[in-house]
C-alpha cells in the first residue's frame, strides 16, 4: 500500500505545473475571453531563457535571423536568473497581448483559438531552430532532499510544488475577490461597454491580467525544468492537460483548477504504478490518455460551457464561398493538375502527389470547421484511422477503391464519437475536448505496436485496380503519374460534393447552426442532428485523405498523424480560407509542409525548414487581419484568368438559354468556392 501512496505523492509534481498553468489560462480567460493554447508554449520558451541564463549566461530572444541572444559575461546563479526570467515574462506577456491578443477582443472563438494555436506553432519551431530539440536539464531549484512520512519516503520538491501552486491559487482567489482589481476585471469581463461608462479601460485591464499569467507560466516552466527536461515538444504539450483543467474549472475558479491539477498529476502518476501490478492493461499511452478521456466524459456530462462575454463589437465569422460552377471547376482542377503532375519530376511530382492528399483534408476542415463553426483539433486522428486501416483492410483480391472506401468508413464511427461533445460545448471548450482525444488517441491507439506497428510503422501494399498496379511507385519506377491522377480524380469528386452539399438542403442547415444555433432550432432544424452528420461527414472525407496519405508514403506511423499534425492542419487550411473549397487548395499548394510550392521554395532556397515558423505566424497575422483566409481576394491576376476561361465556357453553353454573368462576377465567384 506505501507504493501506491509514494507514487500518488510523486504525480504532485506534474501535476502542479498543470495547475500553475491552469491558473494562468483562467486568468487569461477571466479578463480578456481568450483560451489560449499557446501558454504551454510560452512557458517552454521562458524556461528556456532561463536556462540560457544559468548555463551559458546568455539573454535569449523569440525571433530568426538577427542574433537571437545577448552575452551577459558568464552565466547567473539560481535566484537572479529567476528574477529576470520572470521580468522577461512579463514584457513578454505585454508584447504578446498588444499585439496579438488585443485586436481579437472582438474576435470570433473561431478566430481566438486560430491566433493562439499560431502562436504556439511559432514559438515551437523558434525554439526548435535556435535551441535543438536535445533535451536540456538544470540543477534543482526547489530542496529536493529525502522526507519520510511514516514508511514512505518522497522527495520534498514535490511537496513544495503542491504547496507553491495552492498559496497561488488562493492568493488569487482573494485578489479576485476582495481588490478594485478584481473586482474591475470581473466587471469588464461581464460588460464592457458598462465598465467603460463607470471609467475602467478594459484594454489595461487586460494587459495586467495577461502580464500575471506570463509570468504564472515562467514560473512553471521554471520549476519544473529541474524534474522534466526542457524541449519544444513535451513543454508544449503540457497545455493539454493544463486546459483540461481549466475546462473542469469552467475558467472561472482557481481553487477548482489548482485542484484538477494536482489530482490529475497523482493520478496519472498512479496509473504508471498500476501497470507495473495490472497486466491486462495497455502498456502503451494510457497514464496521458485516461485522465483527458475522464475530462472530457466530465464534460460532456455535466458542463453547461463556459458563459458568454459582454463585448462592444459584433462578433464575425470568416466568410464562406458559394460555389457556382462546381463540375466546370472541378474539370479545369483535373487537366491542370494532371498537367502539372507529367510536367513535374522527382521530388516535386512526389509534393505535388502530397499537395493534393492534404487539399482532401483540408476539405474535412472546411466542411466541419468552415461551415458548420465547429472547431475541431482533431482531423489527423480521423485521417490516422483510415490511414492505418488501409494496412489492416487490405486483401489481396480487394479492389484499391474498395479499400479506401471501407478505411474512410470507419473513420465515421470515430467521428461521431468525438462529435458528442458538440452536443453540449461549442468554440474553445468543443476545441479543448477535440485536441484532448486527439492527444488520447495518438498515445493509446497509433502507437501500438499491433496498430501502428510502433516505431517502424506499417507497410502500405500497393493499390491496385482491375489488376492494374496504380500506386506510386513500382520497382525502380518511383513517383509515378498514375497514383498522382488517381488521387486527383478522388479529390475532384470530394471537391464537387462538398459543392453540392454547400448548395444544398444541408449546406443551408450547416450554415444556419453556425450562425444562430437558437434561430436555427426555432425553425425547425434539429441541431444535433446536424453537428454529428457534419462531424461523421468530416470524419469520412478525412479518412479518405488518409488513406491516400499512406498510399502515397507507403509506409504509414504514428507521427504523421500526431497532434501537431492536426494543429499545422488547421494552421494551413485557416490562412487559405476555411471557409472556402479554394481554400482547401491553396492550403495542400501553397501551405502545407510537404506541398509543391513549399518543396520548390526549399529546393531553391533552403527553406523548408522554416515552414512551421511560416505557418505559425501567417496563422496569427491571418486571424488578426484577414480572418477570411487568403482565398478570399484572389490575386487579380488569376481573377483575370478565370474570367477568360469563363467567358470561354459560356459560349460552349450559350445554347442554354441562361444569361451569362458579368466579367467580374463570374471570376470572382468561381474562386470563392
Known sequence: MSSYVLFLLLGLGSGAVYGMLALGLVLKHRSGGVVDFGHGAVAMFIAYVYLGLTNEGTLQFP?????????????????????????????????????????????????????????????????????????????????????????????????????????????LAAVYRFTRFGLATRAAAENE?????????????????WVLATILAGVAGILIAPVSTVDPSSYTLFIVPAL????????????????????????????TKLLTVVSW?????????????????????????????????????????????????????????TIALIVLSGSLRVAMTASICTTCLALSLVVLTGYVGQVSLAQMSFAGIGGFEVTHLFGPSMPFFITLLASALVAIPLGLLIGLPALRLRGVNLAVVTLAAAFALDAVL??????????????????????????IADGNDYPRVIFGVVALLIVCVVGVLVARLR??????????????????????????????????????????????????????????????????????????????IAGAVVAGVMLSSTGLFVTAMDKAFGVGKYQLLVAGVALTLTAIKQPDGI???????????????NSKWEKRGSGNGAAPPTPVEAPRAAVKS
Open 63 to 171: 525571433w530568426l535571423g538577427i542574433p537571437h541572444e545577448i552575452d551577459l559575461g558568464g552565466p547567473l546563479s539560481t535566484w537572479p536568473a529567476i528574477a529576470v526570467s520572470l521580468v522577461y515574462a512579463a514584457i513578454f506577456g505585454a508584447v504578446l497581448y498588444y499585439l496579438i491578443y488585443r485586436p481579437l477582443r472582438a474576435a470570433t472563438p473561431l478566430t481566438r483559438v486560430c491566433a493562439s494555436v499560431g502562436t504556439m506553432l511559432a514559438l515551437q519551431a523558434i525554439a526548435v531552430l535556435n535551441f535543438g530539440t536535445t533535451a536540456k536539464s538544470t540543477p534543482a531549484i526547489l530542496p529536493n532532499k529525502p522526507f519520510k512520512i511514516g514508511d514512505i519516503t518522497v522527495p520534498v520538491d514535490r511537496l513544495w510544488f503542491a504547496g507553491i501552486v495552492i498559496v497561488l491559487a488562493v492568493l
Open 631 to 645: 482565398a478570399a481576394t484572389p490575386p487579380p491576376p488569376l481573377v483575370k484568368l478565370w474570367a477568360w476561361l
Open 281 to 337: 492493461l495497455p502498456e502503451e499511452g494510457l497514464p496521458q490518455a485516461l485522465p483527458f478521456l475522464l475530462i472530457v466524459i466530465a464534460m460532456t456530462l455535466f458542463s453547461r460551457g463556459v458563459g458568454a462575454r459582454g463585448v462592444v463589437a459584433e462578433l464575425k465569422n470568416p466568410s464562406l464561398g458559394r460555389p457556382t460552377r462546381p463540375v466546370p471547376t472541378a474539370i479545369m482542377c483535373f487537366v491542370v493538375g
Open 503 to 580: 448548395n444544398g438542403a444541408a449546406g443551408r442547415m450547416f450554415i444556419a447552426v453556425r450562425s444562430n444555433e437558437r434561430a436555427a432550432a426555432a425553425i425547425g432544424i434539429d441541431v444535433a442532428r446536424t453537428k454529428l452528420m457534419a462531424f461523421g461527414l468530416s470524419a469520412f472525407i478525412a479518412g479518405l485523405g488518409g488513406g491516400l496519405l499512406a498510399y502515397q508514403q507507403q509506409t504509414v506511423s504514428a507521427p504523421s498523424f500526431a497532434t501537431f499534425a492536426s494543429l499545422s492542419l488547421l494552421a494551413v487550411t485557416y490562412v487559405a480560407g476555411v471557409g472556402r
Open 446 to 471: 497509433f502507437n501500438r505496436e499491433d496498430f501502428g506497428g510502433g516505431l517502424a510503422g506499417r507497410d502500405v501494399p500497393d493499390p491496385s485496380l482491375f489488376g492494374w498496379n496504380v500506386g
Open 193 to 209: 461597454q458598462g465598465a467603460a461608462l463607470v471609467g475602467l479601460s478594459a484594454d489595461r485591464i487586460a494587459a495586467g491580467n
Open 244 to 271: 483540461g483543467c481549466a475546462l473542469l474549472a469552467r475558467f472561472q475558479s482557481f481553487a477548482v483548477a489548482a485542484g484538477a491539477g494536482l489530482v490529475l498529476g497523482m493520478l496519472q502518476s498512479e496509473i
